[in-house]
């Protein structure tokens, strides 16, 4: 199943490595914590808990996945659109136009 939406699909930042990837083993620890966070609250459903307690930890999961978007643009930002701004050009403007429109992605979220 491929989840990199169409999109994205061949974007690289630059010829070199994503921004991310000296934290890329901290990123893969954190979305697998998420994931169990989320088999967690299917399995507290499954168990009839009690409405609250499953609220209070999709807002936990939800807070999560928040951080883990921020740290991705946050990385995104210091590499590859800082990369692109000292080049200059077409390329530069790409970047924030695509920085801006994660950005507000996030913010609808």
Do not use: F, W
Request: charged fraction near 30%.
């Amino acid at each position: 199943m491929n989840t990199v939406p169409e999109s994205a699909e061949g974007q690289d930042c630059h010829s070199g490595p994503h921004g991310y990837i000296q934290d890329k083993p901290r990123y893969l620890n954190r979305l697998k914590r998420i994931e169990g966070q989320a088999r967690g609250i299917s399995r507290m459903v499954d168990e009839d808990v009690y409405c609250i307690d499953i609220l209070t930890q999709i807002s936990a999961l939800n807070s999560a996945l928040e951080n883990v978007a921020l740290g991705l643009l946050d990385d995104h930002l210091r590499h590859c659109v800082l990369d692109a701004a000292r080049e200059g050009g077409d390329e530069a403007e790409k970047k924030l136009k695509e920085a801006s429109d994660a950005v507000r992605r996030l913010v609808k979220s």
